[in-house]
């Protein structure tokens, strides 16, 4: 008797799904996939982005019909950060003809990296994944605008020296990094040992395994043990929150922690009154006084299009999912462009994303007056190193503290370099760059 | 009435002891094998890269630790670890000598993760059951820590991860980008279609039998003399083999490029749930657990859009988790032996029908 | 030389130099280990009278900690929410016993073991189906916990205490002594052991196997609960707080897996051994030895005593 309703069961379902017809894809569209996490770990840091993201290309759907006239299908893909599910995810959406990939994650843009070339998509890891993918000579399909971590980690030195007066006064100085023992965390470390070496600082390291993201005393009593002058943190997900918390609690002085530009307002909340004065790298406003994000509120969240609660329209990670699309759809535009097309396919925005020229004028057009600086890329740069600035929590939000800082373009270049080198070399036979350049510029 | 096995006699005692002693099983498996090398001209992309691919390499690791749960009767909880010691050791050999081809440097990156799985199996003597399972978890975090901490592993690379170089077979492209779904999923079959068999005569005789009588009651397995240590680490070593090469090819000819990440406890876990599920000491078990774990969250997935709902990606993957766990308390209530012994069930009840028993 | 050195002299050199260190980290052991206590007592009440290994106590406590957590967010007081959140558990000990326990009942300890896994998977989608995935703030001032911390100026340097910390380790041991009155001295705590020590025994003297589950689950839920209150007090509510849930194995090991005592001793040790290793020795491989250290003492114990320190001897007939 059990055995049959399991016999039936098993058939039932494997009929269901025989059925099940794949959907047809809406004529006159560009379709955009988003990989998004709103479960596991990284969902405090991913649901934000993902709304903003979200937010941003429907409300250009609802206010201007899409970009020249043609719709974006938007479509999420839960990856959970992790990498098999990314590359399912991947799979999935590649029949679909997406125009752009954005993995959202460093573990999984790594190994989409060959298969840009080869599946004709190009991925924008913007301010993640392979600092190296900024030599656009090596990587045409492999975009990571406006920084790399390189970059930041340079511009948050560049400001710990305007703090003590200068880059030689870092000599004898201690320098505490703690970051998620991940490839993304691992990244500057190459950079931070040769930065020691130049500038006379010392370094102190400080890994935080992602099993262990919630559990960092033994971290923070090593920092009370070494006393740092200045702590620098490349968190993501659970592991920013407990940071915070744990230097509240080893009294570790607030306004020399500084971050790179990945925490959110609640990551530094959970922590109460003794998170002042912590600092992270930001390079748009973290609050909903724009037109964009007005705009946002009237087509798609009082539409009710939007999952975002109400509060958290505006905040940073929001605005970072926002900045995102919006590189998504100047990219889809540029395309247009040059190609001419209304329906561009991953060629024509890769295309469009090199020859990418965010000026003033444009940004005010967007409604993004004051919200972030200009940007450019160009067909040996895919990144642009753009400047930052610091911005410090009061209690509430996070207030601008610093003016744009540029990154120490002299240090990090040749290393770029030198990576994008050993990286073609390491995976040799890579493929030398045949995509022709625009020299729209 | 399908088996008709009226007329079906044995001559000789090699035949009586045959692993498929009945026609009409050995007619079944030739079906499927033609099934399986025919698939890539009927399915899609998505399917072959997708879902064929890591499902045979998925039933290869469940095949590496039902030796050593299932056959052997030890708990081992480090499967993703030894995993990573197979697909790390895959990617230094074949950085390190680049012009010898990368299916030998996948089966012999087998051999380094046997070693490494020997030595955590040492304590196998001494410490039996759920208290063997705590031993190879220690194994599974101290060896990702070591795929971290050890820059020697990953060639220095500043992301920390290890990424494919391309590789040709007789000018055909078998790793990195270039390489077709079609031709990572014949390469990944005949590798499974080789250790199948291998393993299959390994459990068929006499190693398997001494397996499986140090699962049953190992005391009165050393009293009849078998060596315990002997084959508690002959069932280690063989299981880390295949589970090394598992996860040489799920890097090589799945995933691409790998950080120490993708063989974090989930995926010990992952691989124990498809030989439970599957069915232990089974080697068909092994795949349809693989199948219904791997599988099944892939078609939750799908289902809805296909029937033309829209439903969140995040709802959809909370769902995920809910019907899978739902499913695995439900065959588990349904047949505790797992998928395996329903299938025996429903061969059985074939072979008879349409009389019950 | 200076290898040596560095492994067996210089860490002792650093704890006498700076005892205020020494203090803050056994300090911070100590409440690692109170904490992992706390889940390995979940394991081994549900173990002791059932014969389960509960993967999914774990689970249980990310998914009662956010039961009352969201039930807050969505405006209830906060009491009103502890007490609904003990009336949900409850509702998942029966729904347990009657869906998981009651089929299974005769099965090998493995396939007990698997079906909790499936328990597991089924929290998560539906904690996070409910509640949504994102992480929340323990409400610990509206439970009338403390918070802050008491700063010792001792031993040359500063020892500073969270007031939630010893909450918590004042908390835990209640609950311990509860525990263990309850087991002693009522008739449910003896029908609890006799149902532990022999299933068909207890069933041939009037003992309702159902019952006696349901409240052993209930139990550990309760405790799961506590614990989930004050990790999330520590950190915050997310899902990923279940990864922790598996240093209480070698908790498990250390105290055998049917001793309250046995649970509260093994934590404690694993804790503080792990914090004094990952401050001590850990720099000198480079850090993040925490991940992996308590696996391998209990492995050290386990060498030496193999059914741990307070497990009950295995008698291994033909």
């Given amino acids: ?441 | ?357 | 030389m200076s290898f040596l050195y560095s492994i067996f002299v210089d860490p002792f050199v650093q704890m006498i130099g700076a005892p205020d260190l020494l203090v803050q980290t056994l300090w911070e052991g100590l409440v690692g280990g109170v904490l992992y206590a706390l889940i390995a007592l979940g394991f081994v009440l549900i173990f002791k009278a059932s014969g389960v290994f509960n993967f999914a106590q774990g689970i249980m406590m990310v998914f009662a900690a956010l039961t009352l957590v969201g039930l807050h967010e969505k405006g209830v007081p906060a009491f009103l929410a502890l007490a609904l959140t003990i009336l949900v558990m409850g509702a998942l000990a029966f729904a347990v016993e009657r869906v998981i326990l009651r089929p299974l009942v005769n099965q090998p300890d493995i396939i007990l073991f698997m079906a909790t896994f499936g328990l597991t998977y089924v929290l998560i989608g539906l904690g996070e189906l409910v509640f949504g995935g994102n992480p929340k703030n323990m409400i610990t001032s509206e439970l009338l916990l403390p918070s802050g911390s008491l700063d010792f100026n001792i031993l040359g340097g500063l020892v500073s205490l969270q007031k939630i910390d010893i909450a918590a380790a004042i908390i835990a041991s209640l609950m311990v002594a509860v525990l263990a009155v309850f087991f002693q001295r009522t008739r449910i705590g003896r029908a609890l052991r006799a149902v532990a020590d022999d299933h068909q025994a207890a069933l041939s003297v009037g003992i309702s196997l159902d019952q006696i589950w349901v409240i052993v689950w209930f139990t550990a839920g309760l405790v799961a609960l506590a614990t989930g209150i004050m990790w999330g007090a520590r950190s915050n509510v997310s899902f990923a707080l279940e990864i922790i849930a598996l240093k209480a194995l070698p908790v498990l090991i250390l105290g055998g897996l049917t001793s309250v005592p046995g649970a509260i001793v093994g934590g404690l040790i694993i804790g503080i051994g792990e914090k004094l290793g990952e401050f001590y020795w850990g720099p000198l491989v480079g850090g993040g030895i925490e991940s992996w250290l308590a696996y391998f003492i209990a492995l050290a114990v386990l060498l030496f005593r193999p059914q741990g320190l307070f497990g009950e001897k295995i008698i291994e007939r033909i």
């Fill in chain 2, 1 to 357: 009435m399908f088996y008709r096995e009226a007329g079906q006699y044995k001559t000789t005692y090699q035949a009586d002891m045959s692993i498929f002693p009945i026609l009409q099983d050995r007619i079944g498996l030739a079906l499927i094998m033609v099934a399986a090398l025919v698939l890539p001209l009927f399915a899609g992309e998505f399917m072959i890269a997708s879902v064929m691919v890591p499902f045979l390499i998925l039933a290869l690791a469940s095949i590496g630790l039902n030796i050593l749960t299932g056959y052997t009767g030890l708990v081992s909880l480090g499967t993703g670890a030894f995993m990573g010691v197979g697909a790390y050791a895959c990617y230094k050999l074949s950085t390190t000598f680049p012009a010898i081809n990368i299916l030998v440097w996948i089966v012999v990156s087998g051999f380094v993760s046997c070693a490494v799985g020997v030595l955590f199996g040492l304590p196998s003597l001494r410490i039996k059951g759920f208290y063997l399972a705590v031993a190879t978890l220690a194994a599974q975090f101290f060896l990702q820590w070591c795929f971290v901490r050890l820059p020697w592993l990953y060639n220095y690379n500043p992301s920390g991860a290890i990424e494919v170089p391309s590789r040709t077979l007789f000018g055909i492209h078998v790793t990195g980008a270039s390489a077709t779904p079609t031709t990572r999923y014949y390469i990944a079959l005949a590798i499974v279609i080789a250790v199948t068999w291998i393993v299959s005569n390994l459990v068929h005789g006499r190693v398997g039998r001494s397996f499986m009588a140090v699962r049953d009651m190992d005391i009165a397995a050393q009293l009849i003399g078998i060596r315990l240590l002997r084959t508690k680490l002959l069932a280690f070593a063989v299981s880390s083999f295949i589970t090394g090469v598992a996860g040489a090819m799920m890097v090589f000819l799945w995933l691409g490029a790998a950080e120490a990440d993708a063989f974090n406890i989930n995926q010990s876990f992952v691989i124990l749930f498809m030989v439970i599920i599957g069915g232990l000491g089974s080697l068909i078990g092994s795949f349809l657990g693989a199948a219904l774990i791997y599988i099944m969250p892939i078609i939750v997935r799908a289902a809805p859009e296909s029937f033309g709902l829209t439903i969140g990606a995040a709802t959809v993957e909370h769902l995920t988790y809910l019907i899978t766990g739902a499913l695995i308390i439900f065959f588990l209530i349904v047949e505790p032996l797992g998928l395996a012994r329903l299938w025996q069930i429903g061969k059985q009840k074939l072979r008879v029908w349409p009389f019950p028993y």
């Fill in chain 1, 1 to 441: 008797m059990k055995l049959k309703t399991t016999l039936l069961a098993l058939a039932a379902a494997t009929a269901l799904t025989a059925l099940a017809v794949p959907a047809a894809q809406a004529e006159d569209s560009v379709f955009v996939p988003l990989f998004t996490y709103r479960t596991g770990p990284f969902a405090g840091s991913g649901i934000f982005i993902a709304d903003g993201m979200h937010d941003y290309l429907t409300m250009l759907n609802e206010r201007d019909g899409g970009i020249g006239g043609v719709k974006i299908a938007v479509e999420e893909c839960e990856t959970g950060y992790d990498t098999k599910k990314g590359l399912e995810c991947y799979e999935a959406v590649k029949p679909k003809n997406p125009v752009m990939v954005n993995p959202w994650s460093t573990g999984i843009t790594l190994p989409l990296i060959p298969r840009a070339a080869v599946d004709k998509i190009p991925i924008l890891s913007m301010a993640y994944g392979l600092s190296a993918s900024a030599q656009g000579d090596t990587f045409p399909w492999i975009f990571n605008p406006p920084d790399t971590y390189w970059d930041g980690f340079s511009q948050i030195i560049k400001f710990i020296a305007a703090q003590e007066g200068g880059l030689d006064k870092l000599k004898g100085k201690k320098i505490g990094y703690i970051y998620l023992d991940a490839g993304y965390g691992r990244e500057p470390l190459p950079f931070l040992d040769q930065l020691s070496k130049e500038l006379g600082f010392e370094a102190k390291l400080y890994p935080v395994p992602a099993a262990e993201m919630q559990n960092q005393s033994a971290q923070w009593l090593n920092v009370r043990r070494d006393r740092p002058n200045y702590m620098i943190m490349y968190g993501w997900g659970a592991m920013q929150p407990t940071a915070i918390k744990e230097a509240v609690k080893t009294n570790y002085p607030m306004d020399k922690f500084i971050s790179i530009w990945w925490p959110s307002e609640d990551d530094a909340r959970g922590a109460g009154d003794g998170a002042k004065g912590f600092k992270m790298l930001n390079w748009h406003g973290s609050t909903p006084d724009f037109p964009v994000i007005k705009d946002i509120q009237k087509y798609v969240v009082d539409a009710g299009k939007s999952q975002s609660s109400k509060e958290k329209i505006g905040t940073t990670l929001y605005n970072r999912g926002v900045y995102n699309s919006m590189l998504i759809a100047e990219a889809i535009r540029t395309a247009q462009q040059v190609t001419g097309k209304k329906v561009v396919t991953g060629e024509d925005v890769r295309r469009g994303l090199e020859d990418l020229n965010i000026d003033a004028a444009r940004l005010k057009a967007l409604g993004m007056e004051g919200f972030t600086g200009p940007i450019k890329l160009s067909c040996s740069d895919h990144n642009g190193h753009h400047p930052t600035f610091v911005q410090q929590w009061d209690g509430t939000k996070y207030v601008k503290v610093s003016d744009w800082i540029e990154p120490l373009s002299d240090k990090v270049q040749p290393l770029l370099q030198a990576d994008a080198k050993a990286y073609a070399e390491k995976n040799a036979p890579w493929p030398a760059r045949t995509e022709a350049c625009d020299a729209r510029s």
